[in-house]
């Protein structure tokens, strides 16, 4: 299948420091991204769309001040985790479309992140 | 919205064979159903994904009945390596989260025992 490799895997900021996540999909082109949270043992929270070369759509309940998404090119799309605070801590998972119609999401492995 | 709704668990011995099954009453005609298999502290990873009857791949089986108000992910002969937490998806052709289309549900936990 597709591959969607995220960077940093993990990753320890201050508080009050901003954080950014980086996903790309490495053997195809993605214009629509997606980005999840997910605490423990829980399941994963959609937090937004990110769309090539617009603005991402976020769900409801999700601050895009404080998660700034942008979706540059067909491979890339980075969070932002701005003024991170402790309760920002978890893990982050992106996961991308094939195609512009494809209806097969690939995700990539995961980041996480602790605020301290 | 396609909500689907899967058991919270399910105990299994090596070498047995696994059916979970998912219900999505109010899935739309243009909608798949695609499952994923997540492992602690990874990103879920796609197993196989379908429309209607019978998929099969090199690792899962996937079936689904005419109506496709649910749909059975069976695994055969699972190893301990199998324990994990399987989601159903079902989206359509125009996935969006704003459209519901990408909201995961629980999941179904497996444990797989020697």
């Known amino acids: 299948g597709a591959v969607v490799s995220q960077h940093p895997s993990w990753v320890i900021c201050k508080s009050g420091t901003s954080v950014k996540i980086e996903c790309r999909s490495l053997?195809?082109?993605?214009?629509?991204m997606f980005w999840y949270r997910q605490f423990p043992k829980q399941s994963l929270m959609l937090m937004a769309t990110s769309n090539e070369g617009s603005k991402a759509t976020y769900e409801q309940g999700v601050e895009k001040d404080k998660f700034l998404i942008n979706h540059a090119s067909l491979t890339l799309s980075t969070l932002t985790v701005t003024s991170a605070h402790p309760e920002d801590s978890s893990f982050y998972i992106c996961?991308?479309?094939?195609?512009?119609?494809?209806?097969?999401?690939?995700f990539g492995e995961g980041s996480w992140l602790t605020v301290v | 919205l396609a909500k689907t709704t899967q058991p919270i668990s399910m105990d299994s011995y090596e070498g047995q064979e696994v059916n979970i099954t998912c219900s999505h009453n109010n899935i739309a005609t243009n909608d798949y159903i695609t499952w994923y298999q997540q492992f602690p502290s990874q990103g879920p990873r796609f197993i196989i994904q379908?429309?209607?009857t019978k998929v099969t791949n090199e690792v899962a089986s996937l079936f689904i009945p005419a109506d496709r108000k649910s749909s059975t992910l069976s695994l055969p002969r699972v190893s301990l390596s199998d324990t994990a937490v399987y989601y159903c998806?079902?989206?359509?052709?125009?996935?969006?989260?704003?459209?519901?289309?990408?909201?995961f549900g629980k999941g179904t936990k497996l444990s797989v025992k020697p």
């Open positions: 996961s991308a479309r094939v195609g512009q119609s494809g209806n097969t999401i690939y």
């Open positions: 379908g429309y209607k």
């Open positions: 998806l079902v989206g359509g052709d125009n996935y969006g989260g704003s459209q519901g289309n990408l909201i």
């Open positions: 053997d195809f082109q993605a214009t629509t």
